[in-house]
């Protein structure tokens, strides 16, 4: 199984997928992380050096080669739905969740992250807005299920996502994790 996270640069999308996969005991890859490794070099360097249209080339690689061989769960860069087929890969191999972020949200995440090469610009909000008005279109054609972020910890948009799995009958119901500052409590015995 699939499971695939889509959505505007720093709408959660990996710190989400990395607490998913934990939640349901399977691996975990980020589409950025695997580009980066593949490459040798951070993908802002490669961006800046090679441009865009490279990297997306580059980036369509790395996602047909996890589509087709990654089982878990799959972050993706911001920009992976750019490209039809991209969005067709992604849709047909797996479970797409999109985490859909409002640009101001988005901002206030990433207000002095220095290492997302698009939003390098001297109005980061406005990009934002921009990006959201060209892809959440796209996102929404690639998904198979809409997360409205708002302002949910991670737990509680990793339950949803739980839940609509649930849901859908692609896993068994999964008990959340003990609150570790709680002791489990069995329930008692008949006689």
């Known amino acids: ?3 695939v996270l889509v959505g505007l ?3 959660g999308k990996t710190t989400v997928g990395r607490q998913l ?6 691996p975990f890859v980020d589409s ?13 360097e490669y961006f800046e050096r090679e441009g ?4 997306r080339d580059l980036e369509s690689e790395v996602l ?9 769960v799959l972050s993706t860069g911001g920009g992976s739905v750019l490209r039809p087929i991209n969005r067709e890969r992604l849709h047909q191999h797996g479970h797409v969740f999109y985490l ?6 988005v901002f206030r995440r990433l207000r002095n992250d220095q290492n997302r090469p698009l939003l390098q610009v001297a109005d980061p909000q406005a990009r934002l807005r921009e990006l ?22 991670v737990a509680s948009l990793v339950n949803m996502i739980v839940a609509q799995l649930e849901l859908a009958g692609h896993i068994k119901p999964v008990s959340p994790p003990a609150p570790a500052d709680r002791p489990r409590v069995s329930p008692p015995h008949r006689i």
């Open 21 to 26: 996969a934990r939640r349901l005991h399977l």
């Open 100 to 105: 859909r972020s409002s640009p101001e949200e």
């Open 132 to 153: 959201m008005e060209k892809r959440d279109p796209l996102y929404r054609e690639t998904a198979h299920y809409v997360i409205e972020t708002g302002r949910p910890n």
């Open 32 to 44: 950025d992380h695997a580009i980066e490794h593949r490459l040798g070099c951070s993908v802002r």
């Open 1 to 3: 199984m699939l499971l």
């Open 9 to 11: 640069p720093g709408s």
């Open 52 to 55: 865009e249209d490279r990297f």
């Open 64 to 72: 047909a080669d996890l589509c087709q061989n990654h089982q878990g």
